[in-house]
């Protein structure tokens, strides 16, 4: 079985710019999760999502930020307009049901902002 | 609001010996879940090894073992036999949802 799917691996790009980050969850999970990783800030949950739902988005840093899941085997993660301090890497998650069950994490997206 | 703290920035075993990380926990629930996750140097984010607060007894999966102490709050996370490859950083973190701790990175010398 496909395990989480996001593109694009990596993304570069200058400031000002709107940056899509996509995410395909494992086939028959309810629930999906985008995190960020920092070196300063470690790993942050962003939102997540039970039955395309939106249930925290507490994490959300910022208007900049949105986050949209249309259907079970696809997310997005918007930032517009992108600033050198939103530069992480962004991992997206899903899990079978809800937040008290193991995570499986897809490969990230290292997101450079120049 | 729920907690994490790993008081291990980098740890260092020799191969073949066991090693102990850190992990203790704040959270006001009676009903908790804490978890252990691998990240090796290409980023991926492995699962390890879960306790729930409610079990009986500590969780094991093959050389990983959990030392849950629930008055004292802590989870730590002991690999036994260590190998090359588990030189990575290592996340304590708890539901719900799922919060992490900073890390440990942990090098096994050979």
């Known amino acids: 079985d496909a395990g989480v799917i996001q593109s694009p691996r990596h993304e570069v790009t200058e400031m000002g710019q709107e940056v899509t980050l996509r995410c395909k969850p494992i086939s028959g999970h309810n629930s999906l999760f985008w995190y960020r990783q920092t070196m300063m800030r470690g790993l942050e949950l962003l939102i997540y999502?039970?039955?395309?739902?939106?249930?925290?988005d507490s994490g959300m840093p910022e208007d900049r930020f949105s986050a949209k899941m249309p259907n079970a085997s696809f997310s997005t993660l918007k930032i517009q307009p992108s600033e050198p301090r939103d530069s992480a890497v962004y991992f997206c998650?899903?899990?079978?049901?809800?937040?008290?069950?193991?995570?499986?994490f897809g490969s990230g997206t290292q997101l450079s902002v120049l | 609001a729920q907690k994490i703290t790993q008081t291990q920035p980098g740890m260092f075993v020799q191969e073949k010996e066991a090693v102990t990380l850190d992990c203790t926990y704040d959270?006001?629930?009676?009903?908790?879940?804490l978890f252990w996750y691998k990240q090796p140097s290409s980023g991926e984010m492995i699962f390890l090894i879960y306790?729930?607060?409610?079990?009986?007894q500590n969780a094991t999966e093959g050389r990983y073992s959990l030392n849950f102490q629930k008055a004292r709050k802590s989870a730590n996370l002991v690999i036994s036999a260590s190998q090359l490859g588990d030189s990575a950083m290592y996340f304590c973190?708890?539901?719900?949802?799922?919060?992490f701790g900073k890390g440990t990175r942990l090098s096994v010398i050979a």
């Open positions: 959270t006001s629930d009676p009903s908790y879940g």
């Open positions: 306790q729930g607060s409610y079990d009986q």
């Open positions: 998650a899903s899990s079978k049901q809800g937040a008290s069950e193991k995570l499986f």
């Open positions: 999502f039970n039955n395309n739902v939106p249930i925290d």
């Open positions: 973190a708890m539901v719900t949802p799922l919060v």
